[in-house]
């Protein structure tokens, strides 16, 4: 009891000093003549700081939402009832979905995640999921995607866009999806 209550005493210490509430100070002379010219040149040199990082943040939001307008620009594929083969309308799909994977969004990966409807157990689904994704990644490997650049994952039936329980929500569910990755 004696060993809680002093680790309990030590760590409120601990917690109640907590850090310093000082500023730092910059020595703003730095060898420079007058204490005037040396507050200019450091605002001036925080001026540029703040101007690159701003530079910077405003390169990463535009990278970022290139990055979400291509994933955007990419087209779900849908099945058949317990199928994992692509119909000629969803392989035209697929093929754009490689055009715009090898040329616009060639510098990013791609996440290929198959998905189900709730029929079926756990496991049942997420073998099924696993083809469809399967057969989207052997389809943009035919189009010129390298496959170092695929990745897969089957969701099952764990991650439904509808949660309604009619046949056109099922169908919507037993889908694959394309995203980017950087």
Request: charged letters at 20%; one cysteine or more; a negative charge.
């Amino acid at each position: 009891m004696k060993k809680v209550l002093l680790s309990s005493a030590i760590v409120a210490a601990l917690l109640f000093t907590g850090c310093s509430s000082k500023d730092p100070s910059i020595d703003a002379t730095n060898g420079a003549g007058s204490g005037q010219n040396a507050n200019n040149n450091a605002n001036t040199e925080a001026v540029n700081a703040t101007d690159i990082m701003v530079n910077e943040n405003n390169t990463a939001d535009s990278n970022e939402m290139s990055m979400s307008a291509l994933e955007s620009q990419m087209q779900s594929v849908y099945f058949n009832f317990d199928q994992f083969s692509l119909s000629n309308s969803m392989s035209e799909k697929v093929s754009d979905n490689a055009a715009l994977a090898t040329t616009k969004a060639s510098a990013y990966m791609i996440k290929v995640e198959g998905n189900c409807d709730e029929w079926g157990s756990d496991e049942y689904n997420y073998a099924l999921g696993l083809k469809r994704a399967n057969n989207a990644k052997a389809m943009l490997i035919e189009n010129g995607v390298s496959s170092e650049r695929i990745s897969m994952v089957s969701y099952g039936e764990s991650n439904p866009v509808c949660n309604d329980k009619t046949k056109e929500c099922w169908a919507e569910n037993r889908r694959v999806d394309f995203k980017l990755l950087p």
